[in-house]
């Protein structure tokens, strides 16, 4: 079954919408996970928007060639997280990929087959936003290996929401599990004065959730110490435990694990 | 269209067909006869069309979220204010609807029967809706065609920039975010200007921090941690058209399917988004008076 035979569960992280924090979800589901012990690694199927590289502090590193494939650059010195992404293939950082669905399919089929994971508890996929030919393409080859399922992200408001109800319907098409949605950037409080403001609305996600008969996973809150962590590559889990966005990453994590036990 | 090989040359290529990639492609018969590597008509049943469309824009950004549709239908908000600006129907082809007299909007939205349809879509498909949208949509005479368009810089992009290849882009305005996450992704977006020759008439860096509103206090919940649009712009040598803050009002009108600038015309944002919007006409103006010294 080649390099994803020691790979326990595959994740998805979808949503219809984009910048709802696909991406930031993925890197902190992957760092909460890794909290509990667990061995994970991250597939950035983004082609055209490949964030993850920058958010764990390992842009500017190169990725080598083994017998079975790719071999994925390690986060940290334990080697408990991994990842691949478009971005270490890039000469440089500012280079653009301007591809047509074909090219971009050829690599995802790539990137799924011939990376050299080894064993993991998780691989966590990030996707670009929508419902298109990555999205089809990832899922038919990772069809082979039964992944476990998606988890759907989407900010509190209609526009979102109207947008990851047809992310619901590509799930449904494709036979791909529904874990969870999760309502991010719902609410921010304001650190001056605590008075918590709805920027993006509130309650879309949740609502979206029963009226599809999805489980909820939780409303993670705007919290700029979460996206300054990102911003310079910082373990946000370990550092700031005392944050907004912790309480609510770390239930995610946890029931995730325990829909796998 | 079947599953082409990753190193296929491209059908326009020299190599089309004759490629060592190309063995064993299902459309190597195709390309090898030269068929699929002329020019598309459709490109220059396009321009006629655009003929009775004055200016056109793209709305950009590599990154997703950053606000390119609220702005887009804001930008169009504001251009159709000016009453002067009139839409005449003419002729026969599929109908804009229309949100105002003189504002109209044509989407795949208005295509799709329920809100859960999801139009999972191969590139070629795509590509084959869009040129439809711009050859067989009857916008009439029409002062701004706004084009939206989702993030990235693919399928969609490429095929807009070449459908309208004959009609000329006046320019494209690329939106973003303050945080470096965005504006890697907006670099790219500006290389991708470059390499298709779209002028780029300028950036606006929208959910440019928060004043809560209890405390007034600000708050950069986006924090620009490398410099946001502004440094991006110095080291491109590109316009900054100005930055939006945020505003929960914003989200609100657009979710009820208002104009936030009519809803709440106090609001900082409302200034700031009149502001980017005059010099984006500002543009227009210039770049108008300049053709005619040509002439």
């Given amino acids: ?261 | 269209m079947a599953e082409v090989p990753g190193d296929c040359p491209g059908t326009s290529s020299a190599q089309a067909g004759s490629a060592t990639a190309c063995q064993g492609c299902p459309n190597q018969r195709l390309c090898a006869s030269g068929a699929a590597a002329g020019p598309d008509p459709a490109i220059e049943e396009i321009k006629e069309k655009m003929k009775s469309v004055k200016h056109k824009i793209l709305v950009l950004s590599g990154k997703g979220g950053v606000g390119k549709s609220t702005f887009s239908a804001h930008l169009a908000h504001g251009l159709a204010e000016d009453e002067t600006k009139q839409v005449h129907q003419s002729g026969s082809g599929w109908s804009p609807v229309y949100v105002e007299d003189n504002l109209g909007v044509m989407s795949v939205g208005f295509l799709l029967s329920s809100p859960d349809d999801a139009v999972i879509w191969r590139g070629p498909k795509k590509n084959g809706m869009i040129k439809q949208f711009l050859r067989d949509v009857d916008w009439g005479e029409i002062d701004y065609l706004i084009v939206d368009t989702p993030p990235g810089t693919s399928d969609e992009h490429l095929s807009i920039v070449q459908y309208l290849s004959a009609a000329h882009i006046d320019g494209a305005v690329i939106i973003t975010t303050p945080q470096e996450v965005s504006l890697q992704d907006v670099r790219k977006e500006i290389s991708f200007c470059h390499k298709v020759k779209l002028p780029i008439i300028g950036v606006v860096e929208n959910m440019s921090g928060f004043i809560c509103p209890k405390c007034k206090n600000e708050s950069q919940i986006f924090p620009p941690t490398t410099g946001g649009a502004e440094k991006m712009c110095q080291n491109l040598n590109v316009p900054l058209l100005g930055k939006v803050p945020l505003d929960p009002q914003i989200g609100k009108s657009c979710d009820k399917g208002q104009s936030f600038l009519s809803e709440v015309p106090n609001s900082p944002a409302t200034a700031s988004y009149r502001n980017i919007i005059q010099r984006i006409q500002d543009y227009f103006g210039l770049h108008h008076s300049q053709e005619e010294k040509i002439i």
């Avoid at chain 1, 599809?212 to 979460?226: A, H, I, K, R, T």
């Fill in chain 1, 1 to 261: 079954r080649g390099n994803l035979a020691r790979v326990q569960h595959i994740l998805l992280v979808l949503s219809g919408k984009g910048g709802v924090g696909k991406s930031t979800i993925s890197t902190e589901l992957a760092l909460a996970l890794r909290h509990t012990g667990k061995k994970v690694g991250i597939l950035d199927v983004d082609l055209c928007g490949p964030s993850i590289p920058r958010m764990l502090k390992v842009q500017d590193r190169d990725v080598h060639q083994c017998d079975s494939g790719w071999v994925p650059v390690f986060v940290d010195q334990d080697k408990s997280i991994s990842l691949m992404s478009i971005g270490f293939l890039l000469e440089k950082p500012d280079d653009a990929v301007v591809w047509r669905g074909p090219k971009k399919n050829a690599l995802i089929k790539q990137f799924i087959s011939d990376v050299a994971w080894g064993e993991l508890d998780f691989l966590i996929v990030d996707t670009p936003p929508g419902t298109s030919d990555e999205h089809i393409s990832t899922v038919e080859a990772l069809r082979p290996y039964k992944p476990f399922g998606a988890v759907l992200v989407t900010t509190p408001q209609a526009v979102s929401v109207g947008d990851v109800r047809r992310e619901l319907t590509f799930c449904k098409k494709t036979g791909l599990r529904v874990l969870g949605i999760i309502e991010n950037m719902s609410g921010f409080v304001c650190p001056h004065c605590l008075e918590c403001t709805n920027i993006f609305s509130k309650g879309g996600g949740e609502e979206l959730a029963k009226h599809s008969g999805v489980p909820f996973l939780g409303c993670v809150p705007l919290d700029p110490q979460l996206t300054q962590s990102l911003e310079e590559g910082r373990d946000f889990i370990q550092e700031f435990p005392k944050s907004s966005a912790f309480p609510a990453l770390a239930s995610i994590a946890q029931q995730i694990l325990d829909g796998t036990s």
